[in-house]
């Protein structure tokens, strides 16, 4: 038989749907949450708890839920999903967490007989020995029976962002959010009012504390103040959506769920991660109800008195029409009228205030309905097999009686929601009037307004809002509320009450969520945990997933009365983001696989996929790194196949990701011999020069061919992942060292396409492209280059090598880079010209000791440890880098220097990354450290030479040629022996470049 | 994430600009003069103290200008934001909330949540 | 020009426009050399934006302009123009015709759509009409012209593939 259904519920739709819980059929309401849902259909027992497999129902109607966590089987199988808040649809499956075999009988639970070794600090004190158990005993049984649900497999979400940029932020859509955004209609403010159920109204809704405001049914006047909100302007409502976090400054974090009661929609994006910038915001987020520790206060069957209230008003759903009720404030009596409301009578009220203290209309109310009164009494305890069955209460004379019920709702005091107002790093203080911390400073544009705010009084509600928004162009709003319960706010503090009996099974819990009790506690400040923040790391009390909402105040109360100091001096943890579980996929947005940087293609990259390249990331660009010429030919064929033709014939690079910087101005050439070792005052204009730039270290920061069209104007090139750097290193240097220098840079390396040519055939490809340019050695010089017009467009081309042999470099604007390119290609066929990638250009490279920047230098690097004396300009008086050379550490002479390796045994193959070693073969038994000679930068099989080269940074290398050493191997395998040489491997005396 | 005022394009989202580190610290008009030790020290070391501290941005994915900040490192606030033209305003202009160098703000530094 | 995306709310065409990037100091002098050129006085203030048949004028920063023209040139008169420009030792004018990709948004929800993409403040109280900014948009370094009721955003082409996909990616979740 079906719970009672309150018929007066406006918030459940009357459509009936069905849902499987752990393989079983049941029957639930549009509007459901899965909690409301088994409720519904009497379902008490809905997981096991965390550490020790205790049987566990539904605590609490909202995001505090510390127990019912459940596994959501179909969409991504997503586990710990609230069951409290997980709307469902028809047709979902949902299942228990936690347990095994099953969720009445769980094997798990013998952890419960075990608890006095999981007290507190056991993380810390257990596992640790003996040596050799971790890996092979301890480790694979705790990855197995840890964590709470199994996790989703194979899925990808569609989840965006929205950004948001507004004036006022209400955070809550109850009453005194609503109140604010009334008073905002029709202003010049930009406003969003967020709210995490699907319908506004807060308070008005979730109980049945209020009446009537402003004269009308709270239903009536919520649905009013919507309209009016939808109507206006300059208001905008988010619902569904939950704000979790505060940052620095005033800028909000809001997960919406996009899919709350429907069935997910894989090609949508199913939840939106709102990410709000705004001037004011106002914290309107409520209040929790706390708990009250006592023995097995965990069993299913105990629901906080809120939240059972809760799911009578908001979900129509009594969850027992019998329950026993437990409080220690003035509050709670609403939700014995709810019940009388239904024709259902509590077995008993427990206050545990002085029985003067107690309002005479609850006393009356009480008397009225025959309900058993038990004032200045509290819960002892209560008992059941797996569910409330008996509950214990101690009366005003100390003595113990008990009642059967099936269902107890405690109700120790509310607790301001001050997550985010902490958050915000605003402070809070205590009071004692509410027995809370409420917001006290704040650090930043924060408004708090209603029950976070520590007030708990309806009738001064609007004044308090008039008051704290007088700031505000707004006129005030004045509005009767009228109540269900008395205005003034009473309370006795209790945090637990005292224990009569205890057995085994018996355990007062402090921390639902991870198991943690009022023991653990006590003995963790026994053993000398009294700081708020070790003693939360040491029990794990309020370090779940429901970071301690009902109880973390309540721990402070109990740790406040052993250490006999007052709870303000104790302290709180600090709050941290999120407020509640945010998915990771929220967090990505669409940044994330195909889409997770910025891809930049050059403008024949169709071509390139035409002709079969494989590209490779250099920072975010896409180059070719080989092409494959059939389906069958292997990377290493394809680089070994290009080198080769290259230096037989022709071959060409896209070479448009290189930066390239125009720089210009009456000092250009005085900066130009700041930013670069090299003296650029006697460089002829229409010559090019090979340039390194350094950092004020020393080190090689980058290098690139510099071309002087005259002292007041140069063209810079940079490598391609250090475009960006270059031109921002440039900009800093003139901005904020040198502004009295007259230079302009700008960034034009997506103005050009660029195409090398390299080869003996290449001057006379070139020469039948450009017919009318003269390629002769005298006309042409290496080195030099000119400007020269294509089809009407501005275009350069410049003779320099980048592999070693006779190259030209072209400079085409990108409107006609394809059709050059493909002109090239049709003069080029007849000398079989081929394209070459990334990976033969560092091959050719290597072969002629040219090193790559980022491959030989690593940011440890100067010139002169790579033989690059000759590019330092020696007569300058200063560029960046130039004291540092001579720095007793830079100018050392047994820095790492460049030198060339070739093995002994020339078929044997050297790996780049590899040690350079003295001794043949690691020693059986090693005692002391192998020293590292160095390392090996690059390494290649050259096809024009047939064996392996390598480069390599080794300890004084320069003393080192012809000198026999290893290179280290793996484990068990013997070093390969070596040979210091040259790294200048092809032609030596550069004949092919300057011919 | 914070929001940062640009001299030139107006307030805009921290994720546009890249920090530069100490400001005011200027380059050696002769280094050869230094030794090791002092052009290290202009080379390598910066200060880093938690209080108030001049430092440098840059609007990299903006304008992409340089300017001056001084911030208040133990609650992460820019206290001010000025031209590289603009004179290095004077350290008694802020109210530097810390008593000692290992002092706690009165409020901001997120550390704790109750009012002392 | 080609329309990318074409709804109730929100419009987006890709468009070619050729351009040229200034650098100068802003002075009477630079003025009036820029005015001899194309009879156009460059915008004084930070972020403001000339508009003409012909011309879109924008100052990017203290020493920055933009010129974007919206009616296609024979090309040798713009390298020509170039040319002149930078015979001034104090200006650096580098054309930048070719290599950018230009779209135009428009539609009651373009603010709203744009801000999938970007946290920019795109409301008029921040961002004014006739103005422009430079600023992340998709990760992308982009500009945007904010004309009358529509933008146009430039980025470098090299991220013209990527910048359509999560444009037409957003469009339609």
Not at chain 1, 6 to 15: D, G
């Amino acid at each position: 038989m079906p719970a009672l259904r309150n018929k007066n519920c406006n918030y459940i739709s009357k459509k009936e749907i069905k849902i499987t819980f752990d393989g079983k059929s049941y029957s639930a309401y549009e509007g459901d949450t899965i909690a409301s849902a088994l409720l519904r259909n009497n379902i008490r027992l809905i997981g096991r708890s965390f550490k020790y497999h205790r049987p566990r129902g539904i605590y609490t109607c909202g995001i505090e839920e510390p127990n019912a966590l459940v596994q959501i089987l179909n969409e991504h199988n997503e586990p710990n999903t609230r069951a409290t808040v997980k709307r469902v649809y028809d047709g979902i499956k949902i299942c228990s967490q936690n347990r095994w075999p099953s969720l009445s009988f769980d094997i798990g639970s013998i952890n419960n007989i075990l608890s006095p070794i999981f007290s507190a600090g056991f993380y810390y004190k257990t596992f640790m020995g003996p040596k050799g158990f971790w890996k092979k005993i301890y480790e694979p049984l705790i990855r197995r029976t840890a964590g709470l649900g199994k996790p989703p497999k194979n899925f990808r979400s569609k989840s965006i962002h929205q950004n948001h940029n507004i004036d006022i932020l209400i955070v809550g859509g109850g009453l005194s959010g609503l109140i604010a955004a009334r008073k905002l209609i029709g202003t010049d403010y930009e406003v969003l009012l967020i709210e995490q159920d699907s319908f506004l109204g807060g308070i008005l809704k979730n109980s049945n504390k209020v009446k009537k405001v402003d004269g009308k049914n709270v239903f009536e006047w919520v649905k009013e103040t919507e309209k009016l909100i939808l109507e206006s302007k300059n208001i905008k409502i988010l619902k569904n959506t939950l704000v979790t976090t505060y940052n620095f400054t005033n800028h909000l974090i809001a997960l919406e769920d996009k899919y709350a009661g429907k069935k997910i929609d894989i090609n949508k994006s199913e939840l939106i991660l709102h990410k709000i910038r705004t001037t004011h915001t106002i914290l309107a987020n409520g209040h929790i109800e706390r708990f009250i520790s006592f023995r097995n206060n965990d069993l299913p069957g105990v629901m906080l008195a809120s939240s059972f209230e809760k799911y009578i008003e908001r979900y129509g759903v009594v969850a027992d029409e019998k329950p026993v009720i437990f409080t220690n404030n003035s509050s709670t009596i609403s939700l014995v009228k709810s019940l009388i409301n239904l024709n259902c009578i509590p077995s008993a009220y427990i206050d545990s205030r002085k029985i003067d203290d107690i309002e005479n209309d609850t006393k009356e109310y009480l008397s009225k309905n025959n309900i058993p009164f038990y004032p200045e009494s509290e819960v002892e305890g209560c008992e059941g097999n797996k569910k409330v069955e008996k509950v214990y209460i101690r009366n005003s004379h100390n003595k113990i009686s008990f009642i059967n019920a099936s269902m107890l709702c405690p109700s120790g005091g509310f607790n301001p929601d001050i997550h985010l107002f902490t958050q915000s790093k605003g402070l809070v203080k205590w009071d004692d009037k509410i027995i809370s911390f409420k917001p006290d400073t704040a650090f930043q544009n924060t408004i708090t307004l209603g029950s976070v705010s520590g007030n708990y009084e309806f009738k001064n509600l609007c004044k308090e809002i008039n008051k704290k928004l007088s700031f505000l162009k707004a006129s005030d709003l004045n509005l009767e509320i009228e109540t269900n319960i008395r205005d003034d706010f009473s309370i006795k503090e209790l945090w637990e009450t005292k224990i009569n009996k205890m057995s085994k099974w018996s355990k007062s819990f402090i921390d639902l969520h991870n198991d943690v009790t009022t023991k653990d506690l006590k003995q963790a400040i026994n053993e000398g945990y009294d700081r708020i923040e070790h003693l939360k790391r040491y029990t794990t009390n309020s370090m779940g997933t429901d970071q301690g909402k009902i109880s973390s105040i309540n721990s402070l109360g109990i740790v406040s009365k052993i250490l006999n100091k007052k709870i303000s001096e104790v302290g709180t943890t600090t709050y941290r983001p999120p407020y509640a579980p945010l998915s990771f996929a929220a967090i990505a947005g669409r940044s994330t696989y195909e889409y997770y940087d910025p891809e930049r293609k050059t403008p024949i990259h169709n071509w390139h996929i035409k002709n079969n390249a494989v590209f490779e990331d250099v920072g975010q660009w896409k180059r070719p790194w080989y092409f494959k010429r059939n389906e069958t030919e292997t990377m290493h064929q394809a680089v070994q196949r290009e080198s080769r033709q290259t230096r037989k014939t022709a071959g060409i690079l896209d070479g448009s990701t290189l930066g390239k910087i125009e720089i210009k101005g009456k000092d250009a050439l005085e900066f130009m011999n700041l930013m670069y070792t090299n003296a650029f005052s006697k460089m002829k204009p229409m010559t090019s020069r090979y340039a390194l730039m350094l950092g004020e270290d020393g080190m090689i920061m980058d290098d690139g061919i510099i071309c002087k069209i005259s002292d007041k104007h140069f063209i810079a090139t940079t490598t391609s992942g250090g475009a960006p750097k270059v031109f921002a290193h440039m900009e800093e240097f003139l901005q904020t060292e040198w502004p009295h220098l007259q230079v302009y840079l700008n960034s034009i390396t997506e103005q050009f396409t660029t195409f090398n040519i390299s080869g003996p055939k290449a001057r006379e490809i070139v020469g039948k492209v450009f017919s009318e340019i003269d390629f002769s050695n005298e006309k042409f010089p290496f080195m030099t280059f000119k400007t020269f017009n294509y089809k009407n467009t501005q275009a350069r081309i410049m003779r320099a090598s980048f592999t070693g042999e006779l190259g030209y470099e072209i400079y085409i604007s990108p409107q006609y880079a394809l059709e050059l390119w493909e002109l090239i290609f049709k003069y080029g066929k007849d000398f079989d010209l081929v394209p070459y990638g990334t990976e033969t250009m560092h091959l050719l490279r290597a072969e002629k000791g040219y090193v790559v920047i980022g491959q030989e230098t690593d940011g440890t690097v100067t010139p002169i440890d790579i033989n690059f004396n000759w590019m330092i300009g020696k007569k300058k008086k200063d560029f960046i880098g130039k004291r540092s050379l001579t720095r007793s550490d830079t100018a050392r002479e047994d820095r790492k220097q460049l030198v060339g390796i070739v093995p002994l045994d020339k078929s044997q193959f050297i790996e780049e990354g590899q040690h350079i070693v003295e001794c043949e073969s690691l020693p059986s038994k090693i005692k002391k450290p192998i020293e590292y000679l160095g390392h090996i930068s690059s390494s290649y099989h050259s096809p024009n030479l047939n064996h392996c080269i390598s480069m390599a940074m080794i300890k004084s290398g320069n003393k080192l040629m012809g000198k026999k050493l290893f290179v280290s191997t793996p484990k068990g395998t013997k070093n390969i022996p070596i040979e210091i040489v040259s790294p200048v491997f092809i032609d030596p005396e550069n004949k092919r470049l300057t011919s | 994430m914070i929001l940062i005022n640009c001299p030139y394009c107006g307030e805009r989202e921290q994720s546009e600009f890249t920090n530069g580190g100490e400001a005011h610290v200027i380059r050696p008009k002769d280094p050869d003069a230094l030794n090791d030790k002092d052009w290290g020290q202009y080379v390598f070391y910066r200060s880093n103290p938690k209080g108030i501290f001049y430092e440098r941005w840059v609007h990299s994915h903006g304008c992409r200008k340089w300017f001056n900040a001084v911030r208040d490192t133990s609650t992460d606030t820019i206290l001010k934001i000025y031209k590289l033209t603009d004179n290095k305003p004077d350290i008694s202009e802020f109210q530097n909330t810390l008593e000692s160098p290992s002092g706690e703000p009165a409020v901001g530094s997120g550390n704790f949540a109750v009012k002392k | 020009m080609t329309t990318l995306i074409s709804t109730d709310t929100v419009n987006i065409i890709q468009k070619n426009f050729q351009q040229i990037l200034i650098r100068g100091d802003g002075k009477d002098q630079f003025n009036q050399i820029i005015n001899k050129e194309i009879s156009l006085q460059p915008p004084s203030k930070n972020l403001e934006i000339k508009i003409s048949d012909k011309y879109i004028f924008a100052k990017n920063s203290f020493d920055q302009w933009t010129l974007v023209y919206l009616i296609e040139q024979n090309y040798k008169e713009i390298i020509k123009t170039i040319s002149s420009l930078n015979s001034n030792d104090e200006i650096l004018a580098s054309d930048y015709s070719y290599g950018q990709v230009y779209f135009e948004v428009s539609g009651e929800n373009k603010d709203e759509f744009l801000n999938k993409l970007t946290q920019f403040d795109l409301r008029n109280k921040k961002f004014p009409d006739l103005s422009m900014a430079q600023t992340l948009i998709a990760r992308i370094d982009c500009y945007i012209y904010k004309l009358n009721n529509k933008y146009i955003i430039t980025c470098n082409k090299s991220y013209e593939d990527y910048f359509k996909e999560r444009l037409v990616d957003l469009i339609n979740l």
